[in-house]
Structure formats: structure tokens, C-alpha cells
């Protein structure tokens, strides 16, 4: 069973930095391409960030020079480093693998105050 655990979110400053973590067990985890997504309230999800299996990334406009992917796979780990956060980009982040059947974790609070 695949599983996705993510952490690393929290309350911080408008202009500050959080890095997120998302933990993937019961996949092999080096095949498949992974993201981060986020979702604000009354807003809908949108793709933040992007890695394919071998490194590749692709960024959201909003997020390009800030946000960075990246992954481990030797522990099975994507992560998200977020710099100079904005008070809008307040959200729940979840971590998702890509596939024949999306997988997605159950999301960590990023709050971003003014």
C-alpha cells in the first residue's frame, strides 16, 4: 500500500523560508515522478512544483527563483524549499506521486503571516 507523509509546515513570516518533507513508503519510489501541490482556502488545489524520476523540474510562474523540488531516493523523500513566502501562499501543501493512479498524503498547514 502506498503511502505519503508529509511535514515540515507551519506558521512563519512573511519573507520567510520552511522546508517541507513528504515520506513515501510501498513504492518503489526512484520510477515515478512526484509533486506538490497546495490548496488555500476556497481556492482550488494547484500544482506547485514537479520532479520526474530522473531530476527533472518544472515550477509553477508564481513560485520560479523561490520554491525548489527535490528528491532522495535513497530515502525515499521529496522535499520543498520554500523562500521569501508570501502572506497568499498560506495553504495545505500535500505531497502526490504521479502514475496510472495518483497517490497524495494527507497535507501539511503552511500559514504565511503578514
Known amino acids: 500500500q502506498v503511502q505519503l507523509v508529509e511535514s515540515g509546515g507551519g506558521l512563519v513570516q512573511a519573507g520567510g523560508s520552511l522546508r517541507l518533507y513528504c515520506a513515501v513508503s510501498?513504492?518503489?519510489?526512484?520510477?515515478?515522478?512526484m509533486g506538490w501541490y497546495r490548496q488555500a482556502p476556497g481556492k482550488q488545489r494547484e500544482l506547485v512544483a514537479g520532479i520526474t524520476s530522473g531530476g527533472s523540474t518544472n515550477y509553477a510562474d508564481s513560485v520560479k527563483g523561490r520554491f525548489t523540488i527535490s528528491r532522495d531516493n535513497a530515502k525515499n523523500t521529496v522535499y520543498l524549499q520554500m523562500n521569501s513566502l508570501k502572506p497568499d501562499e498560506t495553504a495545505v501543501y500535500y505531497c502526490?506521486?504521479?502514475?496510472?493512479?495518483?497517490?497524495w498524503g494527507q497535507g501539511t498547514r503552511v500559514t504565511v503571516s503578514s
Open positions: 510501498g513504492s518503489i519510489f526512484s520510477f515515478n515522478a
Open positions: 502526490t506521486r504521479f502514475g496510472p493512479e495518483n497517490y
